[in-house]
């Protein structure tokens, strides 16, 4: 059992930055993959990152390269996702998810992940 919390959501304007946080209630960054997802109204939850805990190895979403990354601090049990230059279509409800099963799908298909934290929402204005 995993219990996952987001925080660090909120409102900014186009080209500011946000970084949020997802607290784990145990140790697992250095054995599993994490990820951040978003879900927009109307639209399926996609990959915005991943990361191997420990090793460092990092995935990125095509439209975040570059203005997005993807971090943890294992004394702290926590993920992090700077968000710089954001863009209105970044606007999402955000998701932590832990735990990749491979045979499930690639890490970008919510179906792979086991564990998901409640959200946190993200709203940029133009």
């Known amino acids: 059992q995993v219990q996952l919390v987001e925080s660090g959501g909120g409102s900014v304007q186009a080209g500011g930055s946000l970084r949020l946080s997802c607290a784990a209630s145990?140790?697992?960054?250095?054995?599993?993959?994490m990820a951040w997802f978003r879900q927009a109204p109307g639209k399926e939850r996609e990959g915005v990152a991943s990361i191997y805990t420990g090793m460092g190895s990092t995935n990125y979403a095509d439209s975040v390269k570059g203005r997005f990354t993807i971090s943890q601090d294992n004394a702290k049990n926590t993920l992090y996702l700077q968000m710089n230059s954001l863009k209105p279509e970044d606007t999402a409800m955000y998701y932590c998810?832990?735990?990749?099963?491979?045979?499930?799908?690639?890490?970008?298909?919510?179906?792979?992940?086991?564990?998901w934290g409640q959200g946190t929402q993200v709203t940029v204005s133009s």
């Open positions: 145990r140790s697992t960054y250095s054995e599993y993959w």
């Open positions: 998810a832990a735990i990749w099963r491979a045979s499930r799908g690639m890490w970008y298909r919510p179906m792979a992940w086991d564990y």
